[in-house]
C-alpha cells in the first residue's frame, strides 16, 4: 500500500472524527493507499502533544505554516474554526499539498471562489467533509432518487435542531463556542447546521434557484472569550428559509439551536409523485419508504434497515442486521477519498461543488436581513 501522509490542523471534535476515520479505514476497505497520521498541529503543545498520543500522530507542530513547508506531508486536513479554512487551505494548495477541508467551505461565496481557484490552479484533490451524504441511507436515497423511483420531485423539506447554547451565561468564543463567535464562524446555524442540509439536498435534488429566509438571534449578548466583554452576538441563532429549485420543486428548511429536547436532529423528506422517501439523524441506519405503486391492500410506509451487503457502503462492514453509525460516514468519506485519489478522479464534495452550498448560504443570510427573495 502506497501512503498518504496526513497533517491534522485542529485537534477538536472534528480532529477527533477525521483521525478515527484515518485509522479505521484500512481495516474494512481494500485501498490502494493508506493514511499515515504523521502530524497533528495546534497552538497548544501540551494538548498537541496529548492528542498525537491518543491517536498515533508521529509528531506535533503549533504553526500551521510549519506544518505545510514540510516535505513529509502530503495532504492537509483542515479542522480549525472557520475564518482560517481560506488561508491555511490557499498555502497548502500552493505547497502542492491535497486538501481536505471540513465543512463549511468557507466564511462566505467570495472566500469560497478563492478557495476553489487555488486547489484548481495546483491541481490537487480536494473534498469537504460533508459526511451525511455517506450514511448509508442517506446514499440509499441517492440511489433510489436516481433510479428515478420517487418520479418528479415537488418537495424538499430538512430541519436541523439542537438545543445546546439556550443558556444565556454561555460565552462566545474559546473550544466548541467559536461556534457562536460570528468572528470565527462567519454565521451561526446556517453555515454550521444548514450548510449539511443545504449539501444534502443539493446532492439529492439539485440546484437551487431562489430563497426567502427569516433569522433570528435570540440571545442578543454574550461574553467574549478573547476580550473578557460582553459583547454582541452576531451569529444566526436559527434561521428557516424557503426556496424554490431548478427541477420545480419547493423546499422548506429549518435550523435552530433552540429547540429544547433536540440534539443533533437532522431529518429530512422528499415527496414525489409515485413515492417519498424520509430519514432521520437519530435513526440513521433506516430510510423510511413510501411507494404508492404498491399493492393498496399493504401500502404504506416501510422503514428500511439499511444494513444489506448490496446497499451503499454495507458489503465493508459486518452482517446484515447489524447497523453502523455516525462515525462511519467519516470513514467512508475518506475511502471515497483513497479511492478517488488512486484513479485519479474528483471527489465530491470538491472545493467548487461545496461552494454552491456557500451561494444558498450567503443568499439566505442577506434575505434573512432584507427580508426579500434572493437569487442563488
Ligand atoms: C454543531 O453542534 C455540530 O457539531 C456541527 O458543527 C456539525 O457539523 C454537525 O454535524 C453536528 O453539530
Redesign the pocket.
Known amino acids: 500500500m502506497k501512503p498518504l501522509n496526513i497533517g491534522l490542523v485542529g485537534y477538536g471534535?472534528m480532529g477527533r472524527t477525521h483521525s478515527n476515520a484515518y485509522a479505521s479505514v484500512n481495516h474494512f476497505f481494500d485501498l490502494e493507499y493508506r493514511p499515515v497520521l504523521k502530524a497533528v498541529c495546534g497552538r497548544d503543545a501540551a494538548q498537541a502533544k496529548t492528542f498525537a498520543d491518543r491517536w498515533g500522530y508521529e509528531s506535533i507542530e503549533t504553526d500551521w505554516r510549519a506544518l505545510i513547508k514540510r516535505s513529509d506531508i502530503d495532504a492537509i486536513d483542515i479542522c480549525t474554526p472557520n475564518n482560517l479554512h481560506k488561508e491555511i487551505a490557499i498555502a497548502a494548495a500552493e505547497a502542492g499539498k491535497m486538501v481536505l477541508c471540513e465543512?463549511p467551505l468557507s466564511m462566505d461565496t467570495a472566500e469560497g471562489e478563492l478557495m476553489c481557484e487555488a486547489v484548481e490552479k495546483a491541481g490537487v484533490a480536494n473534498t469537504v467533509w460533508y459526511n451525511y451524504r455517506r450514511v448509508p441511507a442517506v446514499s440509499l436515497a441517492k440511489q433510489l432518487i436516481d433510479e428515478g423511483r420517487l418520479g418528479r420531485i415537488f418537495h424538499y423539506r430538512a430541519q436541523f435542531l439542537?438545543d445546546?447554547t439556550i443558556s444565556a451565561d454561555l460565552p462566545q468564543g474559546g473550544t466548541a463556542l467559536w461556534?457562536l463567535d460570528a468572528a470565527a464562524a462567519g454565521s451561526g446555524v446556517t453555515g454550521?447546521?444548514l450548510a449539511?442540509c443545504i449539501d444534502t439536498a443539493l446532492w439529492l435534488n439539485g440546484g437551487m434557484q431562489s430563497v426567502t429566509a427569516m433569522t433570528e438571534t435570540f440571545v442578543k449578548e454574550r461574553t467574549h472569550t478573547l476580550t473578557g466583554k460582553v459583547e454582541k452576538v452576531g451569529i444566526d441563532d436559527a434561521c428557516a428559509f424557503m426556496c424554490r429549485f431548478d427541477n420545480g420543486s419547493l423546499g422548506l428548511f429549518e435550523s435552530t439551536r433552540y429547540a429544547r429536547g433536540h440534539k443533533?436532529l437532522y431529518t429530512l423528506e422528499i415527496n414525489g409523485e409515485h413515492a417519498s422517501i424520509r430519514w432521520d439523524l437519530h435513526d440513521l441506519h433506516r430510510l423510511e419508504y413510501f411507494d404508492h405503486r404498491d399493492d393498496s391492500l399493504v401500502r404504506g410506509w416501510r422503514s428500511v434497515h439499511v444494513t444489506d451487503g448490496d446497499m451503499p457502503y454495507m458489503k465493508h462492514w459486518w452482517v446484515p442486521g447489524l447497523q453502523i453509525g455516525y462515525e462511519h460516514s467519516f470513514i467512508h468519506q475518506v475511502a471515497d477519498f483513497l479511492a478517488g485519489i488512486a484513479a485519479g478522479t474528483p471527489v465530491s464534495p470538491t472545493f467548487r461543488e461545496a461552494l454552491e452550498t456557500q451561494k444558498v448560504c450567503d443568499a439566505v443570510l442577506a434575505s434573512g436581513k432584507d427580508r426579500a427573495w434572493h437569487e442563488v
Do not use: P, T
Request: glycine fraction near 0%; aromatic fraction near 22%; charged fraction near 35%.
Open positions: 471534535f465543512k439542537q445546546w461556534r454550521d447546521l449539511h443533533a
